[in-house]
Every structure is written in C-alpha cells, then in structure tokens.
C-alpha cells in the first residue's frame, strides 16, 4: 500500500512540477531599473569614449550624441549615427541541454547581436518590435559569455527609414526597452495564438517546437487559482494543436469589467509534463458590422480615447509599469475607454495594465505617412502580433498612419491572429470603417455625420497649447451619441511630448509646436482639457447639469442618463453636499446625505432623489457626485443655489460692518471730474468719458481705470450729472450708441458700485460682448473668487469647472511650453465674486448677474518662428480686466475656431437687440468676514 502510495505520488508530482520558461535579465527591466553596460557613440556629446551607460535607455537621453525630432534621416543627419554596447554576463550551469533565445523588447534601429563574438543572427531592422534569436549554440552555460550590440540610428533598409524616422515624434537611438534570455526545454511551446469569445468558447492554435508527438492540455482558473470547467486537450498533430472547448460562468471582458483569467498550457508527453506556459486573458469578442457599428460582446460601443506616445521626459521611450499604471489611470479618470498606441507598439506592460483597469487598445504598426516595404515589414507583423494577441484589450490592428499603409500586409494579421481583429487603416475609409484625421465639425457631403459607413476618427481635435482637446469636444460628442453609425473617436494627444535637455540646462524640449498637444504635460501635469474631458465623456449624464443654478422649483429629483455601454446605474454610488461659501478658499459642508442608483439599464435614463432638508434653499450651492463600482469618482456636478444678488447683499454686510464708516459720502465737482469720496476712499470719474479715472484708498492708489468701456460696439457720452441720494453720492452716464448707460454709486461704507446697460445691433457677430476695464498685470500676486473654476474657459470649452471659492497665484504660464496649473490668465465661467491679491491693497469685483465671465488679463502666447497656428491664436477684447457676456472660442492646430461645431461660432447678438445690464461692486481692502453670515 505504501509503495503504491509513493507511486502515485511521484505521478502527481511529474504532472504539478511543470518546466516553465526560465528568464534571466541582462539589463535592467524599465527606466526606473536599470543595469549598466559599456558603451561608445561615434558622434555627438561624448563621442568615441567607452564609457557606462544604463540599459534600457535611449542613448540621447543619457549624455550621448544628439536630440532629434521628426525627419532626423534625410535632411541633416545627425551624426550619432552608430552605438555600441558590451555586456558581460552568466549563465546557469542548469541551463545545459535547454534551448536558450536572447529576447530585445525593442531597439533603435538596425541591430546586429553578437555572443561570444559570433552573430545571433541576421541584422534586425525596425525600431519598435520584439526580436528573438535562438543562441543556444553560441552560449557557455557555467561560464562568462560577452554580449556585444551595434545598434544603428539609421536602417540600411531605406523604407524602414521613411516609415520610422521620417515622423512626427521624437526619434531617439538604442536599446531601450529590456533585453533578456528565456530557457526552455528542447521540446518545448513555441507560441499560441487563441480566441476566448464573450460566450465562453475558448479556441486555441499552439505551436510547438522539437516535438511531432504527444498531448497539450489547457485549463483556465481564476486569477487566484481556482478552476472555471473541465481541461481541454487535444493530440499533437505535425507539431500543433488545436485546441477548442467551452468554459460555463465566466463574466465577458470589457472597459467597464475587465475580468481577467489565467490560462494555463501545457506540453505532455508521457504522462509528464515537458513544458508550461501561461497567459493572462480575457473572453471577449469583437465585431467591426459595416454600415452597423463596432460591437463589443455582442453590444455596439462608442470609444472615447486618446492618442498615447509612450514617453518620459527623463527617459524618452523607456518606460515603467508604473508609468503605464499612472496613464491608464488618469485616461480612466478622464472617462475615457480606449487609447490609441501611436505610431507603435507599446512596452506590453502598458497592454497588461489595460487589460487590468479596462481600456479598448488599437496597437499600431509604424508607418508615419511612409510604409515599409513588404519584405522588411512581414517579419515585424509577426513581431507585432505575436507579443501581443492575446491581450483582450486589443480591438483593431493599424497597419500604418496615414498613408504609411503597406496594403500587402493588411492579410498578413490574420496569420498571427486567431481572432481575426479588423485591420484599421489610420486616416482612411477602409474596411468598413472611416478613420477620418481632422475633419471639419460639417464635413463631408458623403461621409463621417453625412455617411453610410461606421466612423471613428483615429486623430481629431488636435491639442495645441491650450486648444483643441476638450474644446469643441462637446458639439462633436452629441453628434456622435445621436449618430448611430459613430463608434467615438481618439482625440490627439494624452500627453505633451516634452524631454529634459542636458544641453539646455536642463529644460524641457517639445520642440516648438510639434508637440505640446497634450491633454496632460510632460509629467502628467493636468490642463484645462482635462477635466472638461472628464466631464463630458462621464458615462452618466445629468440634464439638469446644462443648468448653473437650480431652479426654484427643485425638488430634489434628479434625472440621469446612463451612456455606459454595458453597465446599469445600479452598480454605481450617488452622494450629494450643500455647501456654504465664505470668503476663503474652499466650502463648508452643511449637509449631506446618498441617493439611491436607480435601476437604469446602458441607455436608459433613471431617477433619484435628493433628500433636502427643509432649508435647501438657504444654502449656496449643491454638490452631486457619481462614484463608479471601483470607488472612482465618475465626477461631481455643481449648482449655485444663492443669487448673485443675494451673495452680493451678505458682502455689503460684512463690507459694512468691517468698515465701520457711517459718514455721508461726499461729491466734489472738479473742472473735468467728480470726486466720490467716503472715509478713505475716493474714486475719480471723468466727466468727458462717464469711466473710472482714479481710485484711491487713503494715500494708496488702486490703478484701476478706463472704464467700463465696452469691448465691441460704439459709445459717446450724451449726458453726464452728479446728484446725492441720502448717503449715496451717484454720477449717472448717458450715451448713444451701443453702451447705453451707466452709473457710478458710493455709499456711506465705502462701496462704489457701477451699473452699465448696453444694446447690440441684432444678428451681429462678435467676438466678445461686454465691458472692459485697465489694470496693471504686474501689481497683482494672487486671486480668489467665487464661480467655476479653478481653470480658465473658451466659448467652446466651459465644461469642466464647478463652482467653489478658488484661489491661485499669479502665473504667466504658455499651456504646453511651461506646466505651472491652472494657468492664471484668461476667461473665467459665472464668476459672483473675484478678489485681486496685489502689492498694495486687495480690490474686489462683485456681480450682480449670473451669466459673467470674468476675463483677467491676456495670457501670453508663444514666441518665435511658426509656433502660433491661426487655430490658437487669440485676438483678446481691450483691456485687462473684463466682464463679459460672451467670451472667445479657441481652436486647434489645424482648424480655426469656425470650423469645429457650434459653440466655436463667433456670438450672434439677438435679433431684437436685448438689453444686458449688470452691475458690479468695487470694494478696496478686505470685502468679505468669511462668515458666511447670510441676509437671507
């Protein structure tokens, strides 16, 4: 009995100890570990000197040669043309009579391999791929063996040239992605290539290598072990098998439940296992229905992506999983579902992390503009597809960019690829799907909104500097929903690509304007296309968020409208604040309570409730929020529930009660003035303008002058007169002309208050509606306001911001030259209250309407030859400080704001010439407790 149980023990035992593929790394594994090699460059800083440098790495980034971007092959060739590594390094003694292979996860560009001072193979040509040699021959197991590596900058091969180095990205030289060797028995699992479908049929090819003979098995489990059905197996059959079953309970793999398993292969001969190999995946189906939609799972989806070039400024293409976790996580943040992987394959690590936290991936054959030839790019198809086919992430293969299609090799996926992903051709209508780069938001008579074929732009609103991106995005994204043959779209680019120049003192390089296109900067600094992003592709939408105050009438419900693709609304958690507003920084939470998800299936729409206490309506503002199954914030809208009007009235209060002044004002007429005067404060008016000439507090002149003048129209003063009204002194203005009055009011407290009115002409086209005043940018330090914020707006780009008390220094920040955010200039949304931290004294603006952008000086622009595209060139109103009706758009690198939907249009003044008023309150000093203390 004994003996029999010892025997079958040692069988148990022969089946578990499995011989997985050993891997032994040479060089570090990411940019964050490295290992140094010796080194020497023919050109450029430290050239023809062995010295160290850190593996992976590109060598530009690491002291040598010379920084490239785009054409860097015919014109001017840099002359770092040639690098060359050694490495010393062992190998284990148990590695004997195993097949060893040297693995390079990528190396710019020709690369020649040399063990022991014999070739590896021949010379592998394209810069971004995976290459593999079987060097067990060369190698001395138990001994010291020398790695010897030339990597040329230049392809011998000129369409490799054209296709990778003729591009719009930074082109950098070296081994810089990891390099290592794998050990596996003779008899071994060469690769696989499987399908595991949304329905849980699972089909598997595995090809084997030095065996013609025996079993291989597979079995999947979770990713903590636990086995999901039965193993399948299946006879060798000359050296591969097919492999096909089903597995019963599993959950599909999509953006918005990306539940992995493992899978587990192995090689069996005997009755023993020969070798093991396993793979993480995802049952997940993909359908490309012409004229019908992309389909994921059997469900039709919209992608909402960017573009990604993996880079960082320290390191150029050598990346982390760290860093792939750190982008993923701010594109699911942004409430996107898919990226782009442009112009290249990415380090699969970053593939690993979206399978992980659910992102659709396209990954990219290179190919910018110019194709590879077929015989250099068959090889690197299988590279390609090899690595990476059995990521569920993984929707479509691009075979290029923009004409740098090679249409030979559109048959060639298919090979590598049990699935059989579509083949997308970047920019191009081809394969049922319209790819279409930059279109205008009216384009095309045929296609895109006017078309019969599915759509999905691979590159539109192309971020510059602080356009494109989020603006626009809006009109494009409810064209898109109620398109039916619109599959999304990729904006371009996640992120800015800005490298550290050791030659610069250390500055960051984004060459001009080729490349601050991100929505985020060089260290994932956020703009303000971020959030507008975030809030625009939320999966659950608010109707009552087109609103910025709630109306009277509220009662608590609130609609929402589920624009998941697979989830219900029930999965996710609602949570509401009121909140109080002082004069800091920040709320106080005065209540807060959940709402119950209501039951809304993808594409419904459902209801919850806002418990309100009794007295709601005495608060300032409303905070809702949407939190997603895995505890991140969908987003958090927000309502003003106070009035301008009642918001400015608790102001006066405290402006009074702090200022203790209780003496009459006073009125002086001067011979081309009148002086206001109340307690310390005086304000000047000139009697030829009806505006502000001077404003003093004491001795201490607040230069605050020139207005309000409006920035479009025509005024010329009619009528100007000075009276007193109880403690009030008032100089009235009338005018003909567009502006049509205003009045100037300083109270006993030594509030000065300035009431304008203005009529435009109707049907008219302007860039800006409202009043302008002068103010010196280099007196302010700071500002604090009440409205949305904290980033600045465009026409085209108001989403994104909510209403809080903000504050932020003053910076003079060029969005995507320097990251210093929120970028203090420009137009901000619904501003009640906006206080200016100067040199001297504060001064405090107040509104008493609810629909004014306040524009604080004009943000700088980049300086020097071609780095202003008419898209992001702004013509800003007069003037320094503003308060306006209507405010500028902004476009992109490639299109000027008229060209990208309707909320970049120029303003349209009503047909009937509305009247707008507003009038503001000016207070020096401090204007507001921070009580909270309300009138109301």
């Given at each position: 009995m004994r003996w029999l149980l010892s025997a079958f023990l040692l069988a148990l035992s022969s089946q578990c100890l499995a011989d997985p593929t050993q891997i032994q790394y040479l060089s570090g594994t990411d940019k964050d570990h490295r290992v140094e090699w010796d080194f020497q460059v023919n050109g450029g800083r430290n050239a023809g000197a062995w010295k160290k440098i850190p593996v992976p790495s590109n060598w530009e980034m690491e002291g040598f040669g010379t920084y490239r971007y785009y054409n860097d092959w015919q014109k001017d060739p840099a002359p770092d043309s040639m690098g060359v590594y050694r490495h010393q390094f062992?190998?284990?003694?148990?590695?004997?009579?195993?097949?060893?292979?040297?693995?390079?996860?990528?190396?710019?560009?020709?690369?020649?391999?040399?063990?022991?001072?014999?070739?590896?193979?021949?010379?592998?040509?394209?810069?971004?791929?995976?290459?593999?040699?079987?060097?067990?021959?060369?190698?001395?197991?138990?001994?010291?063996?020398?790695?010897?590596?030339?990597?040329?900058?230049?392809?011998?091969?000129?369409?490799?040239?054209?296709?990778?180095?003729?591009?719009?990205?930074?082109?950098?030289?070296?081994?810089?992605?990891?390099?290592?060797?794998?050990?596996?028995?003779?008899?071994?699992?060469?690769?696989?290539?499987?399908?595991?479908?949304h329905t849980g049929e699972f089909n598997a090819d595995v090809f084997l290598a030095g065996e013609r003979n025996g079993k291989v098995s597979a079995r999947v489990t979770t990713l903590s072990g636990a086995s999901l059905g039965k193993e399948i197996s299946a006879e060798v059959v000359d050296g591969k098998v097919h492999l096909r079953g089903r597995v019963d309970r599993i959950v599909p793999w999509s953006a918005e439940n990306p539940q992995r398993y493992q899978v587990r292969f192995q090689l069996l001969n005997g009755g023993k296992t020969v070798h093991e190999v396993s793979k993480i995946i995802g049952f997940r189906t993909i359908e490309l229905r012409p004229r019908d939609g992309v389909y994921v799972n059997g469900r039709k989806v919209r992608l909402k992506g960017s573009n990604r070039h993996s880079i960082w400024p320290t390191s150029g293409r050598t990346t982390s999983k760290a860093l792939s976790y750190q982008d993923a996580k701010l594109m699911k943040e942004m409430n996107m579902n898919a990226v782009r992987m442009s112009h290249y394959p990415p380090d699969p690590h970053f593939l690993d992390v979206a399978d992980e936290v659910g992102l659709y991936v396209i990954d990219e054959l290179t190919g910018w503009q110019k194709a590879y030839d077929t015989d250099v790019s068959t090889p690197l198809v299988k590279e390609l597809v090899k690595r990476d086919q059995h990521h569920p992430s993984i929707l479509f293969w691009a075979n290029g960019n923009e004409g740098g299609f090679n249409r030979d090799l559109d048959r060639l996926f298919a090979n590598w690829d049990v699935q059989k992903r579509p083949v997308i051709h970047p920019?191009?209508?081809?394969?049922?799907?319209?790819?279409?780069?930059?279109?205008?938001?009216?384009?095309?008579?045929?296609?895109?909104?006017?078309?019969?074929?599915?759509?999905?732009?691979?590159?539109?609103?192309?971020?510059?500097?602080?356009?494109?991106?989020?603006?626009?995005?809006?009109?494009?994204?409810?064209?898109?929903?109620?398109?039916?043959?619109?599959?999304?779209?990729?904006?371009?680019?996640?992120?800015?690509?800005?490298?550290?120049?050791?030659?610069?003192?250390?500055?960051?390089?984004?060459?001009?304007?080729l490349a601050p296109d991100g929505i985020v900067g060089p260290y994932r600094?956020?703009?303000?296309?971020?959030?507008?992003?975030?809030?625009?592709?939320?999966?659950?939408?608010?109707?009552?968020?087109?609103?910025?105050?709630?109306?009277?009438?509220?009662?608590?419900?609130?609609?929402?409208?589920?624009?998941?693709?697979?989830?219900?609304?029930?999965?996710?958690?609602?949570?509401?604040?009121?909140v109080r507003f002082g004069a800091d920084a920040g709320h106080t939470v005065v209540a807060q309570g959940r709402a119950k998800a209501p039951d809304a299936a993808a594409g419904m729409r459902g209801v919850t409730s806002i418990a309100l206490p009794r007295d709601w309506s005495k608060q300032d503002a409303l905070y809702f929020t949407a939190i997603d199954r895995d505890g991140r914030e969908i987003y958090t809208w927000s309502w003003m529930i106070a009035s301008p009007q009642q918001v400015a009235e608790r102001i006066a209060v405290d402006a009074a009660v702090a200022s203790g002044q209780t003496a009459p004002a006073t009125l002086t007429e001067l011979a081309d003035s009148y002086r206001l005067r109340a307690g310390?404060?005086?304000?000047?008016?000139?009697?030829?303008?009806?505006?502000?000439?001077?404003?003093?507090?004491?001795?201490i002149i607040s230069p605050l002058t020139n207005g309000p003048r409006l920035v479009a129209g025509k005024a010329e003063l009619k009528r100007i007169q000075a009276e007193r009204d109880g403690n009030d002194v008032v100089v009235s203005a009338e005018y003909t002309g567009n502006l049509r009055e205003v009045k100037w009011r300083l109270n006993a407290a030594g509030k000065l208050s300035v009431n304008y009115g203005y009529q435009m002409e109707g049907s008219r086209y302007v860039d800006a509606l409202g009043v302008t005043f002068d103010y010196p940018e280099s007196e302010v330090k700071s500002m604090r306001w009440l409205g949305r914020g904290p980033y600045r707006v465009w026409k085209n780009r108001t989403q994104g911001v909510e209403f809080d008390v903000w504050q932020k220094d003053y910076n003079d920040t060029v969005t995507g030259l320097s990251w210093n955010y929120p970028e203090f200039k420009g137009f901000h949304d619904k501003v009640y209250w906006a206080t200016l931290v100067t040199k001297n004294l504060p001064i405090t603006f107040i509104n008493h309407a609810d629909d004014i952008a306040l524009r604080v000086f004009t943000p700088k622009e980049a300086s020097g030859e071609g780095s202003e595209p008419k898209g992001t060139h702004m013509d800003f109103p007069p003037g320094d400080i503003s308060f306006l009706n209507a405010i500028l758009p902004v476009g992109t690198k490639f299109n000027p704001p008229g060209e990208l939907g309707p909320s970049a249009q120029q303003a349209r003044t009503p047909n009937l010439g509305i009247w707008l008023e507003n009038t503001i309150d000016i207070v020096i000093g401090e204007a507001t407790s921070g009580s909270g203390a309300s009138t109301r």
């Open positions: 062992n190998v284990p003694a148990t590695w004997r009579g195993k097949q060893i292979e040297i693995v390079f996860g990528a190396a710019m560009t020709d690369t020649l391999v040399k063990i022991n001072g014999l070739p590896a193979g021949p010379v592998h040509q394209g810069g971004f791929y995976e290459f593999r040699y079987d060097v067990t021959r060369l190698l001395k197991p138990g001994e010291s063996n020398q790695l010897e590596v030339t990597v040329n900058r230049y392809s011998a091969n000129e369409s490799v040239n054209r296709a990778e180095r003729s591009a719009d990205f930074w082109l950098f030289s070296g081994i810089y992605r990891p390099v290592w060797l794998e050990a596996k028995p003779l008899a071994n699992i060469e690769r696989i290539s499987l399908d595991a479908r920019w191009e209508n081809f394969g049922g799907i319209y790819t279409a780069h930059y279109p205008t938001y009216n384009c095309c008579a045929t296609s895109l909104f006017n078309g019969r074929d599915v759509f999905m732009p691979t590159e539109f609103l192309h971020g510059l500097y602080d356009g494109g991106a989020g603006a626009s995005l809006n009109d494009w994204w409810r064209a898109m929903l109620a398109n039916p043959l619109s599959a999304g779209g990729f904006i371009w680019a996640f992120a800015d690509e800005g490298i550290v120049r050791d030659d610069r003192g250390g500055a960051i390089d984004v060459a001009g304007n600094e956020k703009e303000g296309s971020f959030f507008a992003v975030k809030k625009i592709w939320s999966p659950v939408y608010l109707p009552l968020s087109e609103m910025a105050s709630l109306p009277p009438s509220f009662d608590g419900a609130i609609t929402l409208e589920n624009r998941y693709d697979f989830s219900n609304l029930n999965q996710l958690k609602f949570s509401w604040q009121l310390a404060l005086s304000a000047i008016i000139d009697k030829s303008t009806g505006y502000l000439r001077e404003l003093k507090q004491g001795d």
